[in-house]
């Protein structure tokens, strides 16, 4: 079935430092794919999208590019903030594995971000 | 912005005791998701809900589990005889029928379930 593997967390980072978040999956035909994220106490909510291959979405300084070739969809930022603390997944959908219209997530990857 | 809202935040319950957690999808949605995380794990789908049935389940959703919406606006998740290993955060979403999937759900901020 279909899957997603991120970074295991947490990752820790300093104000104003680069951010990758790796994220590859593993899906039958076209998924589309996301980056949700969960900020303390809140639910998920979706930071950013890409429906096809190439595709670049981005949200909030975030950037993330569907990448076919890599089956990749790493999230990236130039500078975080100490408000970007939160967790963060990646999801596909239109896949197999969260149903015929469900998403299939990765574990999540908490990210510490200190001023 | 219209929210998903989730009832209670955590509960706790005792083993082989039943459970009955609650959500308020956005009003004009028509598609309803449960997820549940085991802490430390991913979230993983539960079932998938339209038309006051259930239109997918994952081999997660066993017997022990049922879904329905009472009164056409509550969206309930029941788990008959919990067991310890039904610890987790469960997370309703919901979906309006003319948005594409790819377009993203709205999801509650999610139940916190303890069995002990």
């Known amino acids: 079935g279909d899957s997603v593997t991120q970074m295991e967390g947490p990752v820790t980072l300093s104000e104003e430092a680069f951010l990758t978040i790796n994220c590859t999956y593993t899906?039958?035909?076209?998924?589309?794919l996301f980056w949700y994220v969960q900020y303390p106490g809140e639910g998920l909510q979706l930071l950013l999208k890409?429906?096809?291959?190439?595709d670049k979405g981005s949200n909030k300084g975030f950037e993330a590019t569907y990448r076919k070739e890599t089956t990749s969809f790493h999230l990236e930022k130039g500078s975080v903030q100490v408000s970007d603390s939160a967790v963060y997944f990646c999801?596909?959908?239109?896949?197999?594995?969260?149903?015929?219209?469900?998403?299939?997530f990765g574990k999540g990857t908490h990210l510490i971000i200190q001023p | 912005e219209p929210e998903v809202t989730q009832t209670p935040s955590h509960q706790v319950t005792q083993m082989g005791q039943e459970v009955i957690l609650r959500c308020v999808p956005i009003?004009?949605?028509?598609?309803f998701y449960w997820y549940r995380q085991i802490l430390g794990q991913k979230v993983e789908f539960l079932v998938s809900f339209y038309n006051n049935e259930i239109s997918e389940k994952s081999e997660i959703f066993d017997d022990q589990f049922s879904v329905e919406r009472p009164d056409g606006s509550n969206f309930t998740l029941k788990i008959r005889s919990t067991k310890l290993e039904d610890s987790a955060m469960y997370f309703c979403a919901s979906i309006h029928p003319a948005t594409p999937p790819a377009y993203g759900y709205t999801f509650g901020s999610g139940t916190r379930l303890t069995v002990v």
């Open positions: 899906a039958t035909g076209y998924p589309s």
């Open positions: 999801a596909l959908s239109g896949g197999s594995g969260g149903g015929a219209d469900g998403l299939t």
């Open positions: 009003s004009n949605h028509l598609y």
């Open positions: 890409a429906t096809k291959a190439d």
